[in-house]
Nanobody
């Protein structure tokens, strides 16, 4: 099965920067889009940023102008550069991939999730 592995979370002061990375691995899969979601305590998981193979990107209003998503389609990786971090950005960040996994039977088409990486922004 496909695995998504995140890295790069941690503790940072408000105004600082962090970069998250995610790599998809496995056999016989193709990715249509990759992105990042986050879930803060007692809140629902929400979209942060998403990038499709066609080159379109979507950002949550709360992060526009501060976060940048970048994909390497050939390497099945996605980065999230987070600048000017605020305390309200504190959450567990999850990598997400919309993909077709041909290693499973029946073939699976849908979403895979990473285990999440925590980001804590202190004031």
């Amino acid at each position: 099965q496909v695995q998504l592995v995140e890295s790069g979370g941690g503790l940072v002061q408000a105004g600082g920067s962090l970069r998250l990375s995610c790599a998809a691995s496995g056999s016989s899969f193709s990715i249509n889009a990759m992105g990042w979601y986050r879930q803060a305590p007692v809140k629902q998981r929400e979209l942060v940023a998403r990038s499709t193979n066609g080159g379109s990107t979507d950002y949550a209003d709360a992060v526009k102008g501060r976060f940048t998503i970048a994909r390497d389609i050939a390497k099945n990786t996605v980065l999230l550069q987070m600048n000017s971090l605020k305390t309200e950005d504190t959450a567990v960040y999850y990598c997400n991939a919309d993909l077709v996994d041909k290693s499973r039977w029946p073939i699976y088409a849908g979403y895979y999730w990473g285990k999440g990486t925590p980001v804590t922004v202190s004031s």
